[in-house]
């Protein structure tokens, strides 16, 4: 096993980041903020797109972290992680059964439905995360016990390459790939799940924990930052001139998540600021946001808005409701602490 990396980790700015991006993720939802379509798509699919990945990476390395004292880290992290999807799944369960009949889903098929929610797309549009996220650990977990890093790297590169069809799928319209694509989205939705989307973030957590004071992350850390995000911007643009399905796949969002998180997790900038409570908000703005997103959509429903005025509206509606639930959350959670420490 790996000692601990003598770099300092930098959990403050994590912290931060983890905090932008879980309101990016709110602004996501919100459909749409600015009238102007590049604008509108440098917020959705630019800045919103870094979220799950740098979720993902974060909570890799972080596990990685504490296999150096605990083997069984990942599977205790598994069993706390399956309970709060669980708790989640329970309190959405009333907006999965709402579209359900929306939907005009025959009873007999409501249970396949139910267990379809559960176990890959979330009983809400953000749930998707937790099956994707657990697959996906496990997945590279016995990837790692059974191959060379270079072996699983390719593997976990090309199953992000073929779930990049989605992305691209504009330009692969006389491809024979699109065949394919078109078949598994039959019966499978989205591209976006723990087989194609998750392994290659989680495999870079590994890599950001194992190679922590190995020239690749030491060396320029910041330049290779602004590198990676350029290349992510030409990405952009590449993708807004002729877009496909949907935007979740960039080929550069890979090397960007990754510098991005080293540059986050060793920079000085904050270094001795105590942001622990953002982190609490940003668990708590990805937890429970779709609930005042669906309320404020549903209050305004009749109101005579543009569209990006309704998600600017709803969007301000969600962050301030949401940050009072979080306020709670984080009062919940230091009482918890106290308790534990008493």
Request: hydrophobic share 50%; proline share 4%.
């Amino acid at each position: 096993m790996k000692a601990q990396p003598s770099n300092p980790i930098n959990y403050a700015m994590i912290s931060l980041c983890q905090y932008i991006l879980a309101i990016f993720v709110i602004l996501l939802h919100a459909q749409r903020i600015f009238s102007n379509d590049i604008l509108h798509f440098i917020q959705k699919s630019i800045f919103s797109r870094m979220a799950v990945p740098f979720f993902m990476i974060c909570t890799s390395f972080f596990i990685r972290a504490k296999e150096v004292s605990n083997q069984g880290a990942l599977d205790s992290y598994l069993k706390k992680s399956l309970k709060t999807y669980l708790s989640l799944s329970l309190l959405y369960l009333p907006y999965a059964s709402f579209y359900f009949v929306k939907w005009h889903i025959p009873l007999p098929s409501l249970p396949l439905a139910f267990c379809t929610a559960l176990l890959y797309l979330g009983m809400c549009y953000h749930l998707w995360y937790f099956p994707a996220l657990f697959f996906g650990l496990k997945l590279t977990d016995i990837f790692s016990k059974r191959y060379r890093r270079k072996t699983v790297l390719l593997i976990c590169l090309l199953l992000y390459i073929i779930g990049a069809i989605e992305t691209y799928s504009a330009y692969l319209k006389t491809s024979p790939l699109i065949s394919f694509y078109v078949l598994y989205k039959k019966y499978f939705f989205t591209t976006r799940n723990g087989l194609f989307y998750a392994p290659i973030f989680i495999f870079l957590g590994r890599v950001a924990f194992d190679y922590r004071n190995k020239a690749l992350l030491t060396a320029s850390p910041f330049a290779k930052l602004l590198i990676s995000f350029a290349l992510f911007l030409m990405e952009g643009s590449l993708i807004y001139i002729n877009q496909g399905d949907d935007k979740n796949f960039m080929l550069a969002l890979v090397p960007f998540t990754l510098f991005l998180f080293n540059w986050v997790s060793r920079t000085h900038l904050f270094q001795h600021k105590n942001w622990h409570q953002l982190k609490l908000y940003s668990v708590a703005y990805f937890f429970f946001h779709p609930i005042f997103i669906n309320f404020a959509f549903y209050m305004i429903k009749d109101f005579p808005l543009q569209k990006w005025e309704r998600g600017l509206y709803v969007s301000l509606f969600a962050l301030g409701f949401t940050h009072a639930i979080a306020l709670l959350y984080q009062f919940i959670q230091s009482q918890k602490m106290t308790r534990v420490v008493s």
